[in-house]
């Protein structure tokens, strides 16, 4: 078992950063995935790293603006958004898969956080 716990989200202005934070309760797991969900929108998958190997994947909407980071030590991943834009707006969440090091499938993904909410004014 996994406990996960966000911080970081807030209201930002159009082009403005926020940085991320999800604390992991152990390490006991292969990868740490972010994903959003607006609202009237489904969850989407925003990025994921391979937390042994630190390999990572982004979606198409945030390369390039977003980066996704962890202190393997400390047990914390982090998602430093930069640039960020009205389409930003929603709940993230982090999530941490047991087996699979970058899944981009949620279904993958066993232990959640309980999201933390991101505003993009423009």
């Known amino acids: 078992q996994v406990q996960l716990v966000e911080s970081g989200g807030g209201v930002v202005q159009d082009g403005g950063s926020l940085r991320l934070s999800c604390v992991a309760s152990?390490?006991?797991?292969?990868?740490m995935g972010w994903f959003r969900q607006a609202p009237g929108k489904q969850r989407e998958f925003v990025a994921v790293?391979?937390?042994?190997?630190?390999?990572?994947s982004y979606s198409n909407a945030v390369k390039g603006r977003f980066t996704i980071s962890r202190d393997y030590k400390k047990n914390i991943g982090y998602l430093q958004m930069n640039n960020l834009k009205p389409d930003d707006t929603a709940v993230y969440y982090c999530?941490?898969?047991?087996?699979?090091?970058?899944?981009?499938?949620?279904?993958?993904?066993?232990?959640w956080g309980q999201g933390t909410q991101v505003t993009v004014a423009s």
């Open positions: 999530a941490c898969s047991r087996f699979y090091p970058r899944g981009i499938d949620q279904r993958t993904y066993e232990f």
């Open positions: 152990n390490h006991h797991f292969a990868g």
């Open positions: 790293i391979d937390w042994i190997g630190g390999t990572m």
